[in-house]
T-cell receptor
Framework: GENVEQHPSTLSVQEGDSAVIKCTYS??????FPWYKQELGKGPQLIID?????GEKKDQRIAVTLNKTAKHFSLHITETQPEDSAVYFC?????????????FGKGTHLIIQP | KAGVTQTPRYLIKTRGQQVTLSCSPI?????VSWYQQTPGQGLQFLFEYFSETQRNKGNFPGRFSGRQFSNSRSEMNVSTLELGDSALYLC?????????????FGPGTRLTVT
């Protein structure tokens, strides 16, 4: 089955700086890669996703890049703000069928220092 | 539009008991997936339901089961509870079957087994 590795496990950045979280996946058939943000006491919130036919996607201060050859994808947050502090999860899945749901990375705790 | 709702939010049970958790998807969403979240294992896929049928299943023992009703609401049942079943149980809804569609998570049910 799919295996997703996520790094780093903790990331501390100064407010206003950029943050980058990286994930690698093992199954070359995976073709859908969402990112989720989870705040304390809440469920994961979908913040951006990318499909394998696209190399990059942006949404305001958030961007995701995908390198299918290397089987890795990254989340980029620019001009970080205190409200960006949360745990971020990457995930991967093959959307064409099979018995597995989303496979998640272990999460990155992003801390925005004032 | 209301988000995914889960009840109850918190639950304390004793080893050997059984428990039923409920999930109401976003209006119009027909697919419901369940995930278990623990500090050690992270987010793990349990199963997915679409049109009242289980479509996909993760690697969990048969003590974990679920069902979906004609209004797309879903329930998850865990029988013969073990201490290791203590976790946050999350459900996610999406428009259609499978992983090609964005999944939106509820706040989760925190289950504690003593």
């Amino acid at each position: 089955g799919e295996n997703v590795e996520q790094h780093p496990s903790t990331l501390s950045v100064q407010e206003g700086d950029s943050a980058v979280i990286k994930c690698t996946y093992s199954d070359s058939a995976s073709n859908y890669f969402p990112w989720y943000k989870q705040e304390l006491g809440k469920g994961p919130q979908l913040i951006i996703d990318i499909r394998s036919n696209v190399g990059e996607k942006k949404d305001q201060r958030i961007a995701v890049t995908l390198n299918k050859t290397a089987k890795h994808f990254s989340l980029h947050i620019t001009e970080t703000q205190p409200e960006d502090s949360a745990v971020y999860f990457c995930a991967a899945v093959y959307s064409g069928g099979g018995a597995d749901g989303l496979t998640f990375g272990k999460g990155t705790h992003l801390i925005i220092q004032p | 539009k209301a988000g995914v709702t889960q009840t109850p939010r918190y639950l304390i049970k004793t080893r050997g008991q059984q428990v039923t958790l409920s999930c109401s998807p976003i209006s119009g969403h027909r697919s419901v997936s369940w995930y278990q979240q623990t500090p050690g294992q992270g987010l793990q896929f349990l199963f997915e339901y679409f049109s009242e049928t289980q479509r996909n299943k993760g690697n969990f023992p048969g003590r974990f089961s679920g069902r979906q009703f004609s209004n797309s609401r879903s329930e998850m049942n865990v029988s013969t509870l073990e201490l290791g079943d203590s976790a946050l149980y999350l459900c996610a809804s999406s428009l259609g079957q499978g992983k090609a569609y964005e999944q939106y998570f509820g706040p989760g049910t925190r289950l504690t087994v003593t």
